[in-house]
């Protein structure tokens, strides 16, 4: 299964690609999850990274085009991937294009995750991560046991910097202006599976693995 999650900043794409990790085996590539370990680990591409992600704006197309470049040819691909992230400009989308194609190989699906710009920015500010093991929650729809505290690995959980309002409303204005257009572009290649990101967690997972079945 090759697929791409595609939908605006908390349209759902981390949460769906971690269950879908565990029902088909085949990695996760999050490329805002590459970045953010770069960054953290103060690497050179993280140094270079890091004023465009603080400001909600795009990571220039070589820097990300490279990094999936090389994640593709990483043998646990062989059997499939899902993309959360990537591509997110016209750019983007044609260089995973030449990237398959050298590999020999095609696009499944393209899932776009539908949600409405209000509970995007609910689902923005109250999300969290575990600083250790990195899995998902969201105060209100999807908390933890206990209070700040990650189920699977007791870590504390953490904000992202990104996920401040004034920074949202910049990202979401750049996934209208340079990510929308990719919906027409896989719309074209006939790969496009529009999804109702707005259900709960478990029903998005539901159509999305309905969706997948009846290709
Ligand atoms: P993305 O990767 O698209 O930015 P996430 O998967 O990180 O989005 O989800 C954003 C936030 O919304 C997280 O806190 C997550 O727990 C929560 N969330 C994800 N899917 C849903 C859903 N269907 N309903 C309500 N909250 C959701
Ligand atoms: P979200 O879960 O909110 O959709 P991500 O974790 O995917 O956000 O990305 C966080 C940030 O990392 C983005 O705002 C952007 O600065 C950078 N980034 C991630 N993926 C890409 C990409 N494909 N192209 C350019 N920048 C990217
Ligand atoms: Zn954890």
Do not use: W
Not at 19 to 47: H, W, Y
Request: glycine content about 10%; aromatic content about 4%.
């Amino acid at each position: 299964m090759k697929l791409i999650l595609l939908g605006p900043p908390g349209a759902g794409k981390g949460t769906q690609a971690a269950m879908l990790v565990e029902r088909f085996g085949i990695p996760q590539i999050s490329t805002g999850d590459m970045l953010r370990t770069a960054v953290r680990d103060q690497t050179d591409m993280g140094k270079k990274a890091k004023a465009f992600m603080d400001a909600g704006g795009l990571v220039p197309d070589e820097v990300v085009v490279g990094i999936v470049r090389e994640r593709l040819q990483n043998a646990d691909c062989d059997s499939g991937f899902i993309l959360d992230g990537f591509p997110r400009t016209v750019p983007q989308a044609d260089a995973l294009k030449q990237s398959l194609s050298a590999l020999g190989k095609d696009l499944d699906a393209v899932v776009s995750l539908q949600v409405d710009t209000e509970a995007l920015v609910e689902r923005l500010t109250g999300r969290r991560s575990c600083g250790g093991c990195g899995k998902g929650y969201h105060i209100k729809f999807d908390p933890p046991v206990q209070d700040g505290i990650c189920d699977s690995c007791s870590a504390v959980l953490i904000q992202r910097d990104d996920d401040q309002e004034a920074t949202i409303r910049n990202r979401m204005d750049v996934y209208h202006e340079q990510t929308a257009p990719l919906e027409d572009y896989y719309r074209q290649d006939n790969l496009l599976r529009s999804v109702d990101g707005m259900a709960d967690i478990a029903a998005v997972q539901d159509q999305i693995l309905r969706t997948l079945q009846a290709d």
